[in-house]
């Protein structure tokens, strides 16, 4: 028997818990279950999407430091975990849906209750870090809706692909099988939930509902305050999760940050799988919008999908925004898209997008990055390994926000506008004289924006 601190395992565990942020780590290393002899490694996850997620993002680097850590060759593999899936709720994984027993049906416009826009298909949907955990999520409901996570609620900004996901879960399904699918925004909804009581047809109104084998809610952060809505929605949610009908939901925020929610509704809206969409990286912005300029016909160098990507930074949307304009610029003069012409033709819309970092974000960021605990940078301490952190935080945080030298201090222990200045300049001629610690700053700086 290997003892537990000696198993491959624990080396790998212990190596990865170094290696990748603690909430990370909770979220996609605590969950595995192991079992390993000195020929293999078996690494059990608990549902599919979890299992693709897990390889695409960690499954090089557990081979990599088992690798280092086996003097044999080790076999790895991972599996889903059988007793998991079986184990705690047998009936929610074991018994086949009616809807996805449904018999193979081509486009069927009866089936479908509401607009889906049939250019969000996961096809054009391209996944990142930022995006993965909730595009697993909403493919593994293409597999077994209403049975895997029920409801799927996904949170996220202003367009960051909310909407599309829905969409392209709706289009997928309605391929594959005959489900009845009823897709509504949260105000229309609403409306016609008015236009009923007005018309006394609220019967009509819940039969109509009531039908939907899947029924998604897009931005249903507009109920806040809504009595009527939330309550009906109430009672809809109940009969259609009753019968394991699929129920999605969007909202630009969580659950427990919506105001005005009534708490019964709130606590449905996490019943099931809340998942989140974060703004996504410098690559997958990048990536998005080649993808866009292709399906527009659009030629883009890489120096200006690049210049593109690196600057305009908070939405999707925004980036499509920016291709757009530059596309019916170059159509309108004839002109060729370089790096020149886009920056001329983007001028006003990427000066607007002044960063503007919260203190409290940055000093996240230290925290991770340098490994300094937040105590320590508040306080009073002087110790290089202290103040030199703290210094570069006073940097980043004059460069990223917009803040004052004063508030800058003031963030960092109580200190005087005159000690912000003097790490900002320590710091600047630092840079100056050392490459080497100019490149960690900038790291840090992409770090902190990431
Ligand atoms: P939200 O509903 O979150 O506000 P949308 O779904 O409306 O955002 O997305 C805004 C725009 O960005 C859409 O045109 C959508 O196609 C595009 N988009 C967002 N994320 C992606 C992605 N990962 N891949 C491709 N297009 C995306
Ligand atoms: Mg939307």
């Known amino acids: 028997m290997l003892k537990q601190e000696d198993s491959l395992w624990s080396k790998i565990q212990q190596q990865l818990s170094d290696e990748i942020p603690s909430a990370q780590f909770d979220a996609w290393v605590r969950p595995l279950k192991i079992k390993e002899d000195q020929y293999q490694l078996q690494i059990f996850v608990p549902n599919r999407f979890f299992l693709d997620a897990f390889k695409s993002r960690y499954a090089e680097q557990v081979k990599s430091l088992a690798r280092q ?23 929610k994984t074991v018994v ?115 039908k939907a084998d899947i029924l998604i809610i897009d931005d249903v952060q507009f109920w806040a305050k809504k009595r ?51 703004p996504p990286d410098l690559e997958t912005r990048q990536a998005i919008l080649v993808d866009k300029a292709e ?7 890489d120096d200006v999908a690049l210049y593109i990507s690196s600057k305009v930074t908070r939405n999707v949307r925004e980036l499509e925004g920016a291709l757009t304009r530059l596309n019916a610029h170059a159509s309108l003069t004839g002109k060729e898209i370089n790096l020149d012409f886009a920056k001329k033709v983007l001028q006003g819309l990427i000066v607007e997008e002044v960063e503007n970092i919260s203190i409290q974000v940055i000093q996240k960021r230290l925290v991770s990055f340098y490994g300094v605990s937040f105590e320590n940078l508040v306080s009073k301490r002087r110790q290089k390994s202290i103040a030199f952190p703290r210094q570069v935080g006073m940097y980043a945080a004059r460069k990223l926000s917009n803040v004052s030298m004063a508030d800058i201090g003031a963030a960092f222990g109580n200190r005087d506008h005159t000690t912000v200045l003097y790490a900002i300049r320590k710091i600047e001629e630092e840079i100056k004289s050392s490459p080497i610690f100019a490149k ?11």
């Open 69 to 91: 850590f086996s003097t044999s060759d080790i076999n790895i593999s991972f599996e889903l975990d059988k007793y998991l899936l079986a184990s705690p709720e047998p009936e």
């Open 96 to 210: 086949p849906s009616n809807i996805a027993a449904l018999p193979n049906k081509v486009h069927n416009k009866k089936n479908i209750d509401g607009f889906i826009d049939p250019r969000f298909t996961f096809e054009n949907f391209i996944v990142g870090k930022s995006n993965e955990f909730c595009h697993a999520a909403c493919q593994a409901i293409l597999d077994a809706p209403g049975q895997v996570y029920n409801p799927l609620f996904i949170h996220g900004g202003v367009g960051l692909g909310k909407t599309h996901l829905i969409h392209a879960i709706a289009n997928a399904l309605h391929q594959g099988n005959n489900a009845h699918i009823a897709y509504r925004t949260s105000e229309q909804f609403t409306n016609e939930l008015i236009a009923a009581i007005r018309k006394g047809g609220t019967e009509a109104f819940r039969q109509r509902y009531r």
């Open 228 to 278: 009527s809505t939330q309550e009906e929605f109430f009672h809809t949610f109940n009969c259609l999760y009753e019968e394991r009908k699929q129920i999605i939901m969007t909202s630009d925020r969580l659950p427990s940050e919506i105001g005005h929610l009534e708490e019964r509704v709130r606590s449905r809206f996490a019943w099931g799988l809340v998942a989140d969409i974060q």
């Open 295 to 301: 399906i527009a016909g659009v030629e883009l160098q």
């Open 440 to 450: 960690e700053v900038e790291r840090f700086l992409i770090f902190i924006r990431d």
